[in-house]
Nanobody
């Protein structure tokens, strides 16, 4: 099993930037793909961005030109750089990992507890 701890959430004005981090520990070598998902009250969780061990990335269309997912292998940490943020980006953001190739529509094996992001207009 993999433990995932998110950080970096907070409040920002529209047009601003935030960087989320996800520190992974445990059986990380058994995880092929990691990603970021988000959820707001009353809505289904949606995939934001995923990245597999080969570097292949998959983005939600509405964030593709604004968000960048990356991974630091030495630190076992996943990042999500968010720029030009919009109020619609407000959500709880979750880090997740999976043993198999994944995309933003995948169900994932392991989940963090989330970090709140709020964008004000």
């Amino acid at each position: 099993q993999v433990q995932l701890v998110e950080s970096g959430g907070g409040s920002v004005q529209a047009g601003g930037s935030l960087r989320l981090s996800c520190a992974a520990s445990g059986y990380t070598s058994g995880r092929y793909c990691m990603g970021w998902f988000r959820q707001t009250p009353g809505k289904e969780r949606e995939g934001v961005a995923t990245m597999n061990n080969a570097g292949y990335t998959h983005y939600l269309w509405s964030v593709k030109d604004r968000f960048t997912i990356s991974h630091d292998n030495a630190k076992n940490t996943l990042y999500l750089q968010m720029t030009n943020m919009e109020p619609e980006d407000t959500a709880m953001y979750y880090c997740a990992a999976d043993r198999w190739p994944c995309g933003i529509a995948s169900t994932m094996d392991d989940w963090g507890f989330g970090t709140q992001v709020t964008v004000s207009s």
